[in-house]
């Protein structure tokens, strides 16, 4: 049996009277990458410092390796990796320097030298944080995430601002992670990190989960109809079809093995994202103008 290592029901959450997190379920098993995605205020710092224990929640049940993160201690604490929005402070100190001394508040912690090199921070470790770029800090925060030996990781929008080849770089990391057995919860705006990283997703959308699933098949993408688009006599011709490799086959024949232009579409984890998002701002609408 799998174990789980976040349990979240019936979550609420309000600042004053506004109900930011409305209602909010989801189950993480050990070793997942599990991305909560999500539009510009829908509920997931919230969500998030809830399950770390730094917010306070209104009503439901939180239990992060079989706790509650409101009432655990030190040491559940210690098994809790968490980078934050916020990116370490521009530090006097060297990478080096910061890393050990963070290494050294923690009961079990991983080789300081060993986590710089992971992070790939080597070059950089006799540098002041203060003077590294903002992806080689976002690295120093990934570092002092990991450096307690979490068995849980929070990575809230980890790569914003980073260039693309910073992104594909952090991506590995990420990856290198989840392969030591680290549970993620990565939130994020970009769409392609979840495809990159994730084994499931959730989208979270006014204070409340909207769909679970796998990125490849959220929304019955895979099984979704495709559109299959080709040129013939000089002109495009589209088709949308619940069985494009018939189609393709017949195409492949007709045209004797090179179809010009072929191309086959499915729905993309955007165009889910972006129905469903759409989808609950009607809902907010016809709910607002019902009141
Ligand atoms: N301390 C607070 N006091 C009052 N309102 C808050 C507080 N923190 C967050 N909110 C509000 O709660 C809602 C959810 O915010 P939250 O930061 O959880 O969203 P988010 O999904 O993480 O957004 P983003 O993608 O922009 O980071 C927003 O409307 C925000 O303005």
Known sequence: MTETAVRVRDLVKRYGGNTVVDGLALEISAGEVFALLGPNGAGKT?????MEGFRKRDSGTVSVLGEDPEKAGRAWRSR??????????????????????????????RDPEAVIEQVGLAECARKRV???????????????????????LFLDEPTTGFDPEARVRFWQLIRQLAGE????????HYLDEVEALANRVAILADGRIKITGEPATLGGRASAKAVVSWRENGSLKVEETATPDRLVADLVERHDG??????????????????????????????????
Do not use: C
């Open 130 to 152: 203060g003077r590294l770029s903002g992806g080689q800090r976002r690295r120093v925060d990934v570092a002092l995430g990991v450096i307690g030996d979490p068995d849980v």
């Open 181 to 188: 057995g680290i549970t993620i919860l990565l939130t994020t």
């Open 80 to 109: 809790i990796g968490i980078v934050t929005q916020t990116a370490t402070d521009a530090s006097e100190l060297t990478v080096r320097e910061v890393v050990r001394h963070f290494a050294g508040t923690y009961p079990r912690f």
């Open 258 to 291: 090179n179809v010009p232009g072929l191309s086959v579409q499915r729905p993309s984890l955007e165009d889910i994202y972006l129905q469903l998002i759409d989808g609950s701002a009607s809902e907010a609408k016809i709910r607002k103008e019902s009141v």
């Open 46 to 50: 919230t969500t998030v410092e809830i």
